[in-house]
């Protein structure tokens, strides 16, 4: 039987072909030509660009190009405390880029923007040395701490705060480290800050 025919396309839908578990499921090049899931028969009569540069037709089907992939590893290089900080943001900054891909990572503010919606993954390993007192380091989003870690043994000549965390992130919402109790007092070397988009929404 011929597909059923639509009102005239206002946008080109590249062709997909996903093969998992036994299913087929193909999108034509345009807009009038169908896709078919497993045998059976279906038309795409529109089609849109999403916000995260995907294509979501009138469906609800939404296509993510290659270009959703986004990660980032920060860490210290040295212990001098940035000018930038002077106890007053208390930001925890990182002076050195391992991984940006996406460049949604800003070094210099050391702040991570979501560039879309979806599920983040989140860690940081903040070091502190030998200086008999406690630090708590919040991951903030927002402005708001989401979670905290903290280190405080005394017997100990470098110790860390460490956490992780998964995220329902909104496209523009920031995250950053912030030392919400004591000081580093040199402990800034080896810090790490780590995100990755595990799947978009």
């Known amino acids: ?53 995907g294509v979501t037709s009138s469906l609800g089907i939404s296509v993510r190009s290659g270009s959703a992939k986004v990660a980032f590893s920060a860490v ?36 991570f923007q979501a560039p879309r919606r979806g599920i983040y993954s989140f860690s940081f390993h903040v070091v502190k040395v030998y200086n008999r007192q406690t630090i708590q380091v919040n991951l903030m989003q927002n402005e708001y701490p989401v979670i905290s870690a903290f280190a405080g043994d005394q017997d100990v000549t470098r110790e860390a705060a460490s956490n992780g965390v998964l995220l329902h992130l909104e496209r523009e919402d920031k995250l950053y480290l912030k030392l919400e109790r004591g000081n580093l007092m040199g402990g800034w070397k080896y810090s790490t800050f780590s995100g990755f988009l595990v799947f978009p929404l």
Do not use: W
């Open 1 to 53: 039987m011929a597909p059923a025919s639509c009102p005239a396309p206002r946008a080109t839908l590249p062709m997909l072909l996903l093969l998992g578990s036994g299913i087929t499921f193909s999108l034509g090049q345009n807009d009038t030509e169908p896709i078919v899931l497993e045998g059976k028969c279906l038309v795409v009569c529109d089609s849109s660009p999403s916000a995260d540069g």
């Open 76 to 111: 210290r290089g040295t212990n001098h405390e940035p000018s930038e900080m002077s106890n007053k943001s208390m930001t925890i900054y990182f002076d050195q880029v391992l991984v940006n891909i996406g460049n949604h990572f800003d070094l210099k503010a050391s702040v």
